[in-house]
């Protein structure tokens, strides 16, 4: 901007002159401006940007849609909007018919009352007639019984009825426990199979017999051993006879393991 300066004149009164009104125009007091800068990054600044918000937006949009993620369940949000129907209790089951009523029983008649009492006869008679008792047949009836009563049933027993049968025989008790093994009383050693004296074979038959109340063997069988002296151990254990065994003071039959030895003896 330029300014506007008076100079005096040296002898002379500065109010009879008028002031010279002529700006300065040198060339040092113009005012220096500096010229406007542009930028050179702006398009490039304007372009980052916008890649910067696409892929943002893509980010937003795209990496929600690769995750795994189980999806809501919308059984839940429709109950959420639908309340549940409410359970009734079934209705009970009508109470029974009432019980038919019986009738009540009429008044008896006079004449049904006096002839279930018994009534007198009003003159006794001399001699009862023959067909008011009932004897039987002449001879009797065909499938009767001998000296039977008269009227009685066809084909009766007159000895009365038969005795009751005996109560079963109580099952042999297995020694053991309680059961001591009976004492022998008579031992009979069996006989050697002459097929195992040539043989030169030895052994042990075990036989399972059962003893009866008297001690006396009435069965046995062979349970384990070798098959040449079955029947020699229980040829022998049938003739072996043991003391009575008791049981609570009684005595039993019992079942027990024998054990019969087969050995040679050097002559």
Request: aromatic share 4%; with cysteine; hydrophobic share 45%.
């Amino acid at each position: 901007m330029a300014s506007v300066m008076a100079t005096p004149t040296p002898g002379v009164d500065p109010s009879d002159h008028q002031v010279s009104l002529e700006p300065d125009l040198a060339f040092d007091n113009l005012p220096v401006t500096a010229p406007a800068v542009r930028p050179r990054f702006g398009a490039f600044s304007a372009g980052l940007s916008i890649g910067v918000h696409i892929l943002a937006l893509l980010g937003v949009i795209v990496v929600p849609l690769l995750l795994d993620a189980p999806l809501p369940d919308q059984q839940s949000e429709v109950r959420a909007f639908f309340a549940a129907p409410l359970e009734l209790a079934p209705a009970p089951p009508p109470p029974p018919p009432p019980p038919a009523a019986r009738p009540e029983p009429g008044p008896q008649s006079s004449s049904s009352a006096r002839s279930a009492a018994f009534v007198a006869p009003a003159a006794t008679p001399a001699a009862i007639p023959e067909s008011a008792l009932d004897l039987g047949l002449d001879g009797g009836v065909p499938g009767g019984v001998e000296g039977g009563v008269p009227g009685g049933v066809v084909g009766g027993v007159i000895a009365g009825l038969p005795e009751a049968p005996p109560p079963p025989a109580a099952a042999p008790v297995r020694v053991g426990g309680a059961v001591m093994e009976p004492r022998r009383l008579k031992d009979v050693p069996p006989a050697y199979p002459e097929v195992a004296v040539l043989g030169h074979l030895q052994g042990v038959v075990v036989v399972e017999c059962v003893i009866d109340p008297a001690g006396r063997v009435v069965n046995a069988r062979a349970l384990r051993g070798m098959p040449v002296f079955d029947d020699a151990a229980v040829a022998a254990v049938r003739q072996w006879v043991f003391a009575p065994t008791l049981l609570n003071g009684v005595p039993v039959s019992i079942v027990m393991d024998v054990t019969v030895r087969f050995r040679l003896t050097r002559s």
